[in-house]
C-alpha cells in the first residue's frame, strides 16, 4: 500500500469507529477533486485530500480547492496521521 493509501485507510477507519461517514470521492469529466469526504450530522462536514510527504496539489486541484474554499466549502489537506486525527475530530465536533 502506498504511503497515501495507508492515510486514507486510516482517515476512512477513524471517521467509520467515530460514527462518521467516508466516502472515497472522483468526479465525472473533470479533475481535480479532493480524495475523500467526510462527514457525521448536518453540518458536519468536509472534503479532504491526502497528500503524502512531498506531494504537492497540481495546478487543477489547487484551483478546485480554491474555488471550494470561496465557496465556503470545507477542504482540509492531511500530510500525516496526526493531520486525519485533528481534522477528523475538529470535523466531528463542528
Known amino acids: 500500500m502506498t504511503p497515501a ?3 486514507q ?3 476512512k477507519d477513524a471517521v467509520q ?4 461517514q467516508y466516502r472515497k470521492v472522483r468526479y465525472e469529466g473533470r479533475r481535480g477533486c479532493p ?3 467526510i462527514w ?3 453540518p ?4 479532504v485530500e491526502i497528500k503524502a510527504e512531498d506531494d504537492r496539489y497540481s495546478v487543477l486541484q489547487a484551483r478546485e480547492v480554491k474555488r ?3 465557496a465556503g466549502i470545507p477542504v482540509y489537506t492531511a500530510r500525516t496521521i496526526e493531520d486525519i486525527d485533528r481534522i477528523a475530530a475538529e470535523v466531528r465536533g463542528g
Open 17 to 20: 469507529k467515530s460514527g462518521g
Open 5 to 7: 493509501g495507508k492515510l
Open 35 to 37: 480524495d475523500c469526504l
Open 44 to 47: 458536519r462536514l468536509a472534503f
Open 68 to 70: 471550494m474554499k470561496e
Open 40 to 42: 457525521w450530522a448536518w
Open 9 to 11: 485507510e486510516h482517515l
